[in-house]
């Protein structure tokens, strides 16, 4: 069962695919790194909006674990960009009350970059105004596995009880543990799919796709969103609360 069970007023956690950066760039004859580049930039007004929208966290899906099928200059390309959004963007979060988290398997991972991660992580840890987390090799599927393995062998080292494991007990091995589930998904660019995107936390999220480009979407459009929602009744399989 859901924490937050009842009528929601605001999007407290809003996770975000965001689509469209290559048909964004493709539309203005630029290579695709020009649209990831731009797609950067509004992370950060996004992120710089929440607090007066009342989300405190945000979810944000930068690098899928299918992204690696993507020309290696497209991939280099998108690390490399992490790894200067970190290090430009680092005093800017402290400063902003940013408390910045990092979901996804690191053992693909190039060393500097994960380093970097940590860092901005430790860096950012005492800040509570907003929670973003930048999903990065990050497949829904493939954290179910990886929370099994590691449940796996916490019953092979006779840590966990197999016969009490339940939802919460899976819910706990996920990378977003200490997160709440998700109330809002958005995707931009006009796809309708879920592309292994929080498959488990987003079982009662709602969901807004929008046609919008990604680099094109604004703190407008974002806000008009949260709003909507702020309007909708959840009722996570139950009756209405009257
Ligand atoms: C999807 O658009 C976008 C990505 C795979 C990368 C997302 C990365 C960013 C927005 C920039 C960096 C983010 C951070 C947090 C620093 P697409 O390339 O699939 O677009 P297309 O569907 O039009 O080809």
Not at 126 to 149: F, P
Not at 180 to 186: A, G, N
Request: aromatic content about 10%.
């Amino acid at each position: 069962m859901p924490k937050n069970k009842g009528i929601i007023g605001a999007a407290e956690h809003v996770a975000i695919i965001m689509d469209g950066n290559g048909r964004w760039a493709k539309s203005r004859g630029k290579p695709r790194l020009y649209g990831h580049r731009a797609g950067a930039k509004r992370v950060r007004d996004i992120v710089e909006a929440c607090p007066q929208l009342g989300v405190k966290y945000l979810t944000v899906f930068a690098f899928s674990t299918e992204n690696w099928k993507r020309t290696q200059t497209e991939v280099a390309g998108l690390m490399k960009l992490f790894k200067k959004y970190i290090l430009s963007e680092a005093k800017r979060l402290v400063d902003a009350g940013v408390r910045v988290r990092f979901i996804g398997d690191r053992l693909r991972l190039e060393p500097r970059l994960v380093q970097l991660m940590d860092e901005l992580e430790k860096m950012t840890s005492k800040n509570t105004l907003v929670n973003l987390t930048v999903a990065i090799n990050y497949g829904g599927r493939d954290e179910v596995a990886r929370a099994s393995r590691r449940m796996a062998q916490d019953v092979a080292k006779g840590k966990l009880n197999p016969d009490k494991v339940n939802e919460q007990t899976l819910a706990r091995y996920l990378d977003t543990y200490v997160l709440p589930d998700p109330d809002l998904v958005i995707r931009t660019s006009g796809e309708a799919r879920i592309s292994n995107f929080l498959l488990w936390q987003s079982a009662y999220a709602e969901y807004e796709f929008v046609k919008t480009l990604w680099p094109d979407f604004t703190v407008r459009d974002f806000q008009e969103i949260v709003s909507i929602f702020g309007s909708r009744k959840r009722r996570f399989g139950g009756l209405l609360a009257s």
